[in-house]
């Protein structure tokens, strides 16, 4: 797997929903990886634990992982997020953000003109 960074609202949100370094690397290693909407979503259900668990992992299932161009963007809980992300488009149909272009002034003026 290639080196994973943590954006400042992923480091925000996982400080306010109580989810650990270490709780992060258990949901990305045993999650089911989803691929939508841009993204690679990691979702720890509980299919996915071995049998004979502890307490500790099993407070774990419902976790997602938000992964997008190498960055983790979030992490939230919610037991249903699988079918949530399921239902969501496969391929991003919007402008991506990273190509944006600033256009110049004398283009915008000439586009009004025309």
Same mark, same amino acid.
């Given at each position: 797997?290639?080196?994973?960074?943590?954006?400042?609202?992923?480091?925000?949100?996982?400080?306010?929903?109580?989810?650990?370094?270490?709780?992060?690397?258990?949901?990305?290693?045993?999650?089911?990886?989803?691929?939508?909407? %841009? #993204?690679?979503?990691?979702?720890?259900?509980? /299919?996915?634990?071995?049998? *004979?668990?502890?307490?500790?992992?099993? $407070?774990?299932?419902?976790?997602?992982?938000?992964?997008?161009?190498?960055?983790?963007?979030?992490?939230?809980?919610?037991? %249903? #997020?699988?079918?949530?992300?399921?239902?969501? /488009?496969?391929?991003?149909? *919007?402008?991506?953000?990273?190509?944006? $272009?600033?256009?110049?002034?004398?283009?915008?003026?000439?586009?009004?003109?025309?």
């Amino acid at each position: 797997m290639n080196k994973l960074r943590m954006s400042a609202h992923a480091w925000k949100r996982l400080s306010q929903r109580n989810i650990t370094l270490s709780d992060l690397l258990i949901v990305i290693d045993r999650g089911q990886r989803i691929y939508r909407a %841009h #993204a690679c979503f990691y979702f720890l259900g509980l /299919r996915n634990l071995p049998p *004979g668990v502890d307490r500790e992992m099993e $407070r774990l299932v419902g976790t997602t992982v938000v992964v997008e161009n190498n960055e983790i963007v979030t992490a939230y809980r919610n037991k %249903h #997020a699988a079918s949530k992300i399921k239902r969501k /488009r496969k391929r991003y149909c *919007g402008k991506a953000f990273t190509q944006r $272009r600033a256009i110049s002034s004398s283009v915008r003026i000439a586009a009004a003109r025309a």
